[in-house]
Protein backbone atom coordinates (compact mmCIF):
# COMPACT_ATOMS: atom_id res chain seq x y z
CA UNK A 1 0.00 0.00 0.00
CA UNK A 2 1.22 3.39 -1.13
CA UNK A 3 2.01 5.88 2.18
CA UNK A 4 2.33 9.38 1.74
CA UNK A 5 3.90 11.92 4.31
CA UNK A 6 4.42 15.44 4.47
CA UNK A 7 6.95 16.82 6.66
CA UNK A 8 6.31 19.38 8.60
CA UNK A 9 2.95 19.21 9.72
CA UNK A 10 3.18 22.70 10.03
CA UNK A 11 5.82 26.01 8.69
CA UNK A 12 5.70 29.31 9.65
CA UNK A 13 8.30 31.80 7.75
CA UNK A 14 8.62 35.15 7.57
CA UNK A 15 7.28 37.40 4.19
CA UNK A 16 10.22 36.73 1.55
CA UNK A 17 11.84 33.72 2.90
CA UNK A 18 11.66 30.61 0.01
CA UNK A 19 9.55 27.88 1.67
CA UNK A 20 10.40 24.13 1.03
CA UNK A 21 7.93 21.59 1.48
CA UNK A 22 8.60 17.54 0.96
CA UNK A 23 6.69 14.91 0.24
CA UNK A 24 7.80 11.66 0.52
CA UNK A 25 6.68 7.72 -1.00
CA UNK A 26 6.91 4.86 -0.28
CA UNK A 27 6.34 2.78 -3.62
CA UNK A 28 8.49 4.62 -6.48
CA UNK A 29 6.03 2.45 -9.16
CA UNK A 30 3.88 5.96 -9.84
CA UNK A 31 2.14 7.65 -13.17
CA UNK A 32 2.51 11.11 -11.40
CA UNK A 33 2.18 13.42 -8.67
CA UNK A 34 0.52 16.54 -7.99
CA UNK A 35 0.45 18.83 -5.56
CA UNK A 36 -2.54 20.82 -4.22
CA UNK A 37 -3.54 23.72 -2.62
CA UNK A 38 -5.85 24.34 0.38
CA UNK A 39 -7.44 27.14 1.28
CA UNK A 40 -10.56 27.05 3.77
CA UNK A 41 -13.62 27.28 1.96
CA UNK A 42 -12.46 27.03 -1.36
CA UNK A 43 -11.75 23.51 -2.18
CA UNK A 44 -8.35 21.78 -3.60
CA UNK A 45 -6.45 24.11 -6.24
CA UNK A 46 -4.06 21.91 -8.42
CA UNK A 47 -0.61 23.76 -8.75
CA UNK A 48 1.68 21.53 -10.29
CA UNK A 49 1.65 18.11 -11.56
CA UNK A 50 5.30 15.93 -12.80
CA UNK A 51 5.15 12.72 -14.74
CA UNK A 52 6.84 10.00 -13.41
CA UNK A 53 9.29 10.65 -16.64
CA UNK A 54 9.71 14.31 -15.27
CA UNK A 55 12.29 15.81 -13.09
CA UNK A 56 10.71 19.02 -12.35
CA UNK A 57 8.15 21.10 -13.32
CA UNK A 58 8.05 25.27 -12.98
CA UNK A 59 4.74 27.47 -12.51
CA UNK A 60 5.99 31.24 -12.07
CA UNK A 61 7.68 31.52 -8.43
CA UNK A 62 6.99 27.67 -8.04
CA UNK A 63 8.97 24.61 -8.72
CA UNK A 64 8.43 21.14 -7.95
CA UNK A 65 10.84 18.03 -8.40
CA UNK A 66 10.68 14.62 -8.11
CA UNK A 67 12.97 11.73 -7.42
CA UNK A 68 10.88 8.58 -8.27
CA UNK A 69 14.05 6.46 -7.04
CA UNK A 70 14.26 7.84 -3.52
CA UNK A 71 10.54 8.56 -3.19
CA UNK A 72 10.75 12.29 -2.72
CA UNK A 73 9.13 15.21 -4.65
CA UNK A 74 9.91 18.95 -3.37
CA UNK A 75 8.17 21.96 -3.91
CA UNK A 76 9.37 25.16 -3.84
CA UNK A 77 8.22 28.74 -3.26
CA UNK A 78 10.11 31.56 -4.07
CA UNK A 79 10.08 35.13 -2.10
CA UNK A 80 7.36 33.63 -0.24
CA UNK A 81 4.14 35.87 0.15
CA UNK A 82 1.05 36.26 2.83
CA UNK A 83 -1.09 35.39 0.21
CA UNK A 84 0.95 32.03 0.04
CA UNK A 85 -0.53 31.12 3.34
CA UNK A 86 -2.76 27.82 2.95
CA UNK A 87 -2.18 23.89 3.05
CA UNK A 88 -0.32 22.06 0.53
CA UNK A 89 -1.11 18.46 -0.12
CA UNK A 90 0.88 16.02 -2.11
CA UNK A 91 -0.78 13.10 -3.55
CA UNK A 92 0.58 10.17 -6.27
CA UNK A 93 -1.28 8.35 -8.50
CA UNK A 94 -0.60 4.69 -8.41
CA UNK A 95 -2.74 3.27 -11.05
CA UNK A 96 -5.65 4.33 -13.76
CA UNK A 97 -7.48 6.47 -11.21
CA UNK A 98 -6.35 6.28 -7.46
CA UNK A 99 -4.39 8.78 -5.21
CA UNK A 100 -3.06 8.74 -2.51
CA UNK A 101 -2.85 12.00 -0.30
CA UNK A 102 -0.19 13.43 2.01
CA UNK A 103 -2.10 14.85 5.64
CA UNK A 104 -0.66 18.64 4.50
CA UNK A 105 1.60 20.78 5.51
CA UNK A 106 0.20 23.95 6.39
CA UNK A 107 2.09 27.18 6.00
CA UNK A 108 1.69 30.93 7.83
CA UNK A 109 3.93 33.34 6.24
CA UNK A 110 4.58 36.23 8.64
CA UNK A 111 4.19 39.91 6.95
CA UNK B 1 -18.73 30.02 -12.78
CA UNK B 2 -17.28 26.70 -11.24
CA UNK B 3 -16.27 23.46 -12.92
CA UNK B 4 -17.11 21.75 -9.93
CA UNK B 5 -19.83 22.28 -7.39
CA UNK B 6 -21.20 20.78 -4.81
CA UNK B 7 -24.17 21.31 -2.47
CA UNK B 8 -24.45 22.21 0.07
CA UNK B 9 -21.12 23.53 1.65
CA UNK B 10 -22.05 23.07 4.83
CA UNK B 11 -24.77 20.77 6.70
CA UNK B 12 -25.22 19.90 10.44
CA UNK B 13 -27.14 16.62 10.93
CA UNK B 14 -28.34 14.53 13.89
CA UNK B 15 -27.19 10.48 14.14
CA UNK B 16 -29.71 8.27 11.92
CA UNK B 17 -31.00 10.66 9.45
CA UNK B 18 -30.86 10.42 5.71
CA UNK B 19 -27.88 12.80 3.94
CA UNK B 20 -27.36 13.41 0.05
CA UNK B 21 -24.42 15.27 -1.05
CA UNK B 22 -24.62 16.50 -4.39
CA UNK B 23 -21.80 17.40 -6.84
CA UNK B 24 -21.93 18.91 -10.44
CA UNK B 25 -19.22 19.69 -12.99
CA UNK B 26 -18.85 21.35 -16.16
CA UNK B 27 -16.03 20.06 -17.18
CA UNK B 28 -17.05 17.81 -19.55
CA UNK B 29 -15.38 14.30 -17.85
CA UNK B 30 -16.44 11.06 -17.44
CA UNK B 31 -14.95 10.12 -14.48
CA UNK B 32 -16.19 11.47 -11.26
CA UNK B 33 -15.01 11.36 -7.63
CA UNK B 34 -16.24 11.30 -3.84
CA UNK B 35 -13.35 11.70 -1.24
CA UNK B 36 -13.67 12.60 2.74
CA UNK B 37 -10.97 14.82 4.53
CA UNK B 38 -9.98 14.26 8.32
CA UNK B 39 -7.83 16.47 10.65
CA UNK B 40 -4.60 15.21 10.34
CA UNK B 41 -5.28 12.93 7.71
CA UNK B 42 -4.54 13.01 3.68
CA UNK B 43 -8.05 12.79 1.63
CA UNK B 44 -9.56 8.97 0.97
CA UNK B 45 -11.39 7.68 -1.59
CA UNK B 46 -15.19 6.82 -0.54
CA UNK B 47 -16.45 5.47 -4.35
CA UNK B 48 -15.51 6.83 -8.16
CA UNK B 49 -17.18 6.38 -11.38
CA UNK B 50 -15.92 5.82 -14.73
CA UNK B 51 -19.25 6.44 -16.75
CA UNK B 52 -23.03 7.11 -15.89
CA UNK B 53 -22.82 3.36 -15.73
CA UNK B 54 -19.97 2.11 -13.79
CA UNK B 55 -19.67 2.71 -10.34
CA UNK B 56 -17.03 1.53 -7.71
CA UNK B 57 -16.24 1.30 -4.09
CA UNK B 58 -13.22 3.14 -3.19
CA UNK B 59 -10.91 2.38 0.41
CA UNK B 60 -14.03 3.67 2.84
CA UNK B 61 -17.39 2.92 1.16
CA UNK B 62 -19.23 1.42 4.13
CA UNK B 63 -22.06 3.41 5.06
CA UNK B 64 -22.02 5.68 1.95
CA UNK B 65 -24.00 4.92 -1.40
CA UNK B 66 -23.79 7.23 -4.48
CA UNK B 67 -25.67 7.94 -7.57
CA UNK B 68 -24.80 8.84 -10.92
CA UNK B 69 -27.59 10.29 -12.53
CA UNK B 70 -25.81 11.80 -15.46
CA UNK B 71 -22.56 12.47 -16.94
CA UNK B 72 -22.44 16.02 -15.30
CA UNK B 73 -24.09 14.63 -11.72
CA UNK B 74 -22.38 12.23 -9.00
CA UNK B 75 -24.41 12.39 -5.43
CA UNK B 76 -23.00 10.68 -2.44
CA UNK B 77 -25.68 9.67 0.77
CA UNK B 78 -25.49 8.54 3.97
CA UNK B 79 -28.31 6.79 4.72
CA UNK B 80 -28.01 6.88 8.66
CA UNK B 81 -25.43 9.41 9.42
CA UNK B 82 -22.99 8.66 12.64
CA UNK B 83 -20.85 10.92 14.25
CA UNK B 84 -17.42 9.29 12.96
CA UNK B 85 -19.18 10.73 9.92
CA UNK B 86 -18.25 14.26 10.50
CA UNK B 87 -15.66 15.52 7.96
CA UNK B 88 -14.96 17.49 4.68
CA UNK B 89 -15.95 15.79 1.93
CA UNK B 90 -14.67 16.40 -1.55
CA UNK B 91 -16.12 15.85 -5.05
CA UNK B 92 -13.91 15.68 -7.87
CA UNK B 93 -13.32 14.88 -11.45
CA UNK B 94 -11.08 14.06 -14.70
CA UNK B 95 -10.64 12.73 -17.59
CA UNK B 96 -9.42 9.64 -19.22
CA UNK B 97 -6.22 10.27 -20.36
CA UNK B 98 -3.83 7.35 -18.54
CA UNK B 99 -0.71 9.39 -18.26
CA UNK B 100 -2.14 12.61 -17.51
CA UNK B 101 -5.41 12.16 -15.63
CA UNK B 102 -5.32 15.25 -13.65
CA UNK B 103 -8.46 15.66 -10.86
CA UNK B 104 -10.28 18.94 -10.30
CA UNK B 105 -12.14 19.17 -6.94
CA UNK B 106 -15.07 21.42 -5.68
CA UNK B 107 -15.14 23.54 -2.91
CA UNK B 108 -15.82 20.90 -0.38
CA UNK B 109 -18.83 20.34 1.56
CA UNK B 110 -18.60 20.27 5.57
CA UNK B 111 -20.40 17.57 7.06
CA UNK B 112 -21.58 17.17 11.22
CA UNK B 113 -23.31 14.56 12.61
CA UNK B 114 -24.02 15.59 16.03
Known amino acids: KQEVTQIPAALSVPEGENLVLNCSFT??????LQWFRQDPGKGLTSLLL?????REQTSGRLNASLDKSSGRSTLYIAASQPGDSATYLC??????????FGAGTTVTVRA | DADVTQTPRNRITKTGKRIMLECSQT?????MYWYRQDPGLGLRLIYY???????NKGEISDGYSVSRQAQAKFSLSLESAIPNQTALYFC?????????????FGPGTRLTVL
Open chain 2, 92 to 104: ATSGWDKAYNEQF
Open chain 2, 27 to 31: KGHDR
Open chain 1, 50 to 54: IQSSQ
Open chain 1, 27 to 32: DSAIYN
Open chain 1, 91 to 100: AVRVDDYKLS
Open chain 2, 49 to 55: SFDVKDI
